[in-house]
């Protein structure tokens, strides 16, 4: 009896022993996958909205390291790009003399093609350039606009000289000066054509005397 009661003792600690065991076992799976999950890396979702955040920050920074002369350049140049191009139409249908109409047709052929590439050169900066003229250069498109035969001729000729002397000085100045190495390869390479255009209107302008 003894002996029995010594086995069944022994039997119940060993059964307590075991369940100890199991407990702990459990205990630690359920630690390491806490601690698995604390190190998981974020979900792709958070992923792509630090990325979207870093894009954007990098798109700001672009455009905030262009100066001031530079934004007042490339704004100008936009407008006065869509000018030449809209008086260059007007010049093609309006015009009586066939030099100016010639010379609107390069207006709107050469003033288009440096149009896109500024829009190019905005894109990879990250900077948004106006879209249309300011009130000064609308005044001068009604103005001529309102205008026909001799007189047009004579009032495109006149303001493409005008302008095209102004434009000059300003590509000239961005070339020499500008901050932004893209945009000061722009205005290098867009001066000939405006000098080029210059001798072309001065041309048609003695025509229509």
């Given amino acids: ?10 039997a119940v600690t ?22 698995s999950m604390a190190t998981m890396p974020a979900s792709p979702d958070s992923g792509t909205a630090v990325s979207d955040s870093a894009n954007a920050a990098n798109t700001n920074g672009m455009k ?12 100008a140049a936009a407008r006065g790009g ?10 093609g249908t309006r015009a009586t003399n066939p030099a100016v109409k010639s010379l ?13 590439e500024l829009k190019k050169w905005a894109s990879t900066a990250g900077y948004n350039l106006p879209t249309g003229l300011d ?26 000289v005008s302008d095209h002397k102004k434009d000059i000085e300003e590509f000239k100045k961005a070339g020499a000066e500008s901050k932004d190495s893209s945009l000061k390869a ?7 054509t405006l000098e080029h255009h210059l001798m072309e209107s001065e041309k048609a302008k003695k025509a229509v005397r």
Avoid: W
């Avoid at 005044?139 to 001799?150: E, P, V």
């Fill in 82 to 91: 869509i000018m030449e191009v809209m008086m260059g139409e007007l010049a």
């Fill in 135 to 160: 009130a000064e250069k609308q005044k001068k498109y009604d103005d001529l606009k309102a205008k026909n035969g001799a007189e047009f001729d004579r009032m495109y000729t006149d303001l493409m």
């Fill in 64 to 75: 905030n390291t262009l100066s001031d002369q530079d934004k007042k350049f490339a704004d």
């Fill in 186 to 192: 722009f205005a290098n390479k867009t001066l000939p």
């Fill in 1 to 10: 009896m003894k002996n029995y009661v010594v086995t069944l003792f022994a």
């Fill in 14 to 35: 060993l059964v307590a022993c075991k369940k100890n065991e199991t407990t702990t076992a459990y205990s630690s799976t359920d630690s390491a996958a806490t601690d």
């Fill in 104 to 116: 609107g047709e390069m207006m709107v052929k050469d003033h288009s093609k440096a149009n896109d």
